[in-house]
């Protein structure tokens, strides 16, 4: 009986730990726009934010690894929301090696720190003047997972055997989508 309870208590515990929501990185108040902070870098420097979006450029570098980031509005979880609209680039500098091929172009970001400045860079031949966050902690968030939408759906019950009707259904499709 003694080794059901604790194969139950084992059983449970995973049960739970595969419950558990994502981490929410603190947002502090206020949280000002990286739009703000870009129109007077100055007047927000030293303060707290947490912002997120879609990464563009990893680069590892000598002292930390930087990375480029599209800012989108935060969900309630700090997850950046899926949407076209966009509140600017920031720079987020993160302490030691971020490795680019995982925090790779696409993939979702959260990040909580301090702004440090700005920095003037390009786009394009375009002057655009970054933001610059040091990052305290963050979050790369997993791959989101689409579903093709389409009027077919699959009943595995379902066949020409049990309705008189022709069976023209199939399994919905995953589609892999990293924005």
């Given amino acids: 009986?003694?080794?059901?309870?604790s194969s139950l208590l084992v059983l449970?515990?995973?049960l739970m730990q595969g419950c558990q929501a994502a981490p929410k990185l603190p947002i502090p108040k206020p949280n000002p726009l990286v739009s703000a902070v870009q129109e007077k870098p100055d007047a927000y420097k030293s303060q707290r934010v947490t912002w997120g979006g879609v990464i563009l450029a990893?680069?590892?570098k000598e002292n930390g690894t930087e990375i480029i980031i599209l800012a989108k509005r935060?969900?309630?979880?700090?997850?950046p929301i899926e949407s076209d609209a966009a509140f600017g680039r920031f720079i987020a500098?993160?302490?030691?090696f971020v490795d680019p091929a995982v925090y790779a172009p696409g993939r979702e970001l959260s990040v909580n720190g301090i702004v440090t400045g700005s920095e003037n860079r390009k786009i394009g031949e375009y002057d655009?003047?970054?933001?610059?966050v040091s990052v305290d902690s963050h979050h790369l968030w997993h791959i989101r997972v689409r579903y093709e939408d389409d009027d077919y759906w699959w009943d595995p019950w379902y066949g020409p055997w049990y309705h008189p009707y022709p069976y023209y259904h199939r399994p919905p499709r995953v589609i892999l989508q990293v924005n």
Avoid: C, Q
């Fill in 1 to 5: 009986m003694n080794a059901r309870l």
């Fill in 12 to 14: 449970t515990t995973l």
């Fill in 74 to 79: 935060l969900d309630s979880v700090t997850r």
């Fill in 128 to 132: 655009y003047l970054y933001p610059v």
């Fill in 93 to 96: 500098t993160v302490k030691g």
């Fill in 58 to 60: 990893t680069e590892a």
